[in-house]
Nanobody, 125 residues
């Protein structure tokens, strides 16, 4: 089992940047594929980006391609989401998620077994 804790959210102006972190407990972090999702007020949670266990493969939603980058540091048990050129429509609670697999990257929510509590990102216009 793994516990996930997100950090790095906050208030930023449009065009700005934030880096989210998701710290995982346990000694088997490198055997988990990771994902970032977000949920805006009144909307369903949606996929943002995913990364495989080694970091060699990533996948991002079209809405964030070219602006957001997912990465991981297995030595630090942490996955990151670097968010650049932020837009007001990026405002949401951002969640990280984990699934134990040496497979690829996954976008469906139901592929993930573990979730963090979320961190709020607010982008002002």
């Amino acid at each position: 089992q793994v516990q996930l804790v997100e950090s790095g959210g906050g208030l930023v102006q449009a065009g700005g940047s934030l880096r989210l972190s998701c710290a995982a407990s346990g000694r088997t972090f490198s055997s988990y594929a990771m994902g970032w999702f977000r949920q805006a007020p009144g909307k369903e949670r949606e996929f943002v980006a995913a990364i495989n266990w080694s970091g060699s493969s990533t996948y991002s939603a079209d809405s964030v391609k070219g602006r957001f980058t997912i990465s991981r540091d297995n030595a630090k048990n942490t996955v990151y989401l670097q968010m650049n050129s932020l837009k007001p429509e990026d405002t949401a609670v951002y969640y990280c998620a984990a699934v134990r697999t040496y497979g690829g990257t996954y976008s469906p929510e139901n592929a993930y077994d573990y979730w963090g509590q979320g961190t709020q990102v607010t982008v002002s216009s």
